[in-house]
């Protein structure tokens, strides 16, 4: 009955890859993680995330829930400033309420 | 790496900026399974081209489209005939506002599978499917979100639907609109279902204050002119 969350730091998500965060992400969420990622991904990341874990759902793995802030826009609109993005098991973790600064989330040992 | 995407994505605006498109503007309906795309899109090929002609089936069942679908040249016609028949699709409360631009507007128009971040075949169980069948519905729904977000790149613009009886605010949605907003690719947010008594468009518009909000009701033909009034304005 032990839920399992990685948080992970800023630095190391820049230190990666967009294709090795995406992995980074699904093989944690995959092995029944709550992945917490500050500064979270990008949109277009978070597509890309989608689309991988279209290719892997499967009868045990049905997929992910995910939330997280929307971006800020930064210095002169052009920047984009990503916030925070949790990700989890869809069968473990259940998004309840979600706003502009707020995200509340039950989670759930399977 | 994220200032060499920000040039990328600046000179996409600027190539589609300056740039004739090939061929027909082609027009994405995206959102959540169940939203009324496949019903959208059936009443605006019944309105435009021929009534008897549907892209696909719209059921109560959830990925029921897993094929994205391309009916080409639909040409939005606000003057159309079809438009000024009480009983199809003018909403009799919506007066025939001044027309921004021209009236006439060509385009390819896409119903594509719902988008959604999980698909559990015990779902479709729910619905009355044996196992082995929903195993392979599951199969087939994956794929075809696949399909629709792999169809964006090919997208001139896109209608978003929502379900208005629904909470807007999903991670899906928020996705969807991020990426065109990045992409510089035109949006229009439809709140469908607007004819259920707990319907709240205003908790969309109140959800996307940056994007314009259509009310419609696209089973019931509520509201269609606004919404083609819109799409001739923003996708020409
Ligand atoms: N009350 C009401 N029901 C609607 C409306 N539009 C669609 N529906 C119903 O909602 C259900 C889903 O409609 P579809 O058109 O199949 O939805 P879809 O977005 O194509 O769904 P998928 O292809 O499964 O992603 C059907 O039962 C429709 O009859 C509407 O404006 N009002
Ligand atoms: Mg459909």
């Not at chain 1, 277009?44 to 995910?66: A, H, N, P, R």
């Not at chain 2, 061929?23 to 059936?42: D, R, S």
């Amino acid at each position: 009955m032990e839920i399992k969350m990685n948080l992970i730091s800023e630095d190391k998500i820049n230190s990666m890859t967009s294709t090795e965060k995406l992995r980074f992400v699904l093989d944690g969420v995959k092995s029944g993680d709550i992945v917490v990622l500050e500064g979270g991904l990008t949109s277009e990341e978070q597509m890309k995330l989608i689309e991988l874990t279209m290719t892997e759902v499967d009868d045990d793995f049905s997929g992910i829930e995910m939330s997280g802030y929307p971006s800020k826009k930064g210095f002169l609109n052009i920047r984009k400033k990503t916030r925070l993005t949790v990700i989890g098991p869809a069968k473990m973790m259940h998004t309840t309420k979600k706003d502009k600064d707020l995200i509340s989330a039950i989670i759930s040992a399977i | 790496m994220k200032s060499k995407r920000r040039w990328k994505s600046i000179l996409t605006l600027l190539r589609r900026a300056l740039s004739f498109r090939k061929g027909t503007a082609k027009i994405g309906i995206y959102g959540p399974p169940n939203a009324g795309k496949t019903t959208l899109t059936n009443r605006i090929i019944h309105t435009f081209v021929d009534e008897n002609e549907d892209v696909g089936t719209a059921t109560e069942v959830p990925h029921e489209t897993r094929r994205a679908v391309r009916r080409a040249g639909v040409t939005i016609d606000l003057k159309a005939k079809s438009l000024e028949n009480p009983n199809s699709d003018l909403n009799s409360e919506s007066e025939v506002k001044p027309k921004r631009g021209k009236a006439k507007l060509k385009l390819d128009v896409v119903d594509t599978p719902g988008l959604a971040t999980k698909i559990d075949f015990h779902e479709f169980m729910a619905y009355g499917l044996e196992e082995d069948e929903a195993k392979r519905r599951a199969k087939e729904a994956t794929e075809g979100v696949i399909e629709a977000i792999k169809w964006l790149d090919d997208i001139d613009g896109i209608v978003l639907l929502m379900d208005s009886t629904e909470d807007p605010y999903t991670q899906t949605n928020i996705v969807i609109i991020g990426n065109m907003e990045a992409r510089g690719i035109p949006i229009i947010i439809a709140a469908n279902k607007v004819d259920l008594v707990d319907a709240s468009p205003q908790r969309i518009a109140n959800a996307f204050p940056q994007h314009s909000v259509i009310p419609i009701s696209a089973l019931k033909g509520e509201n269609m002119l606004d919404l083609y009034e819109e799409m001739a304005r923003r996708f020409r």
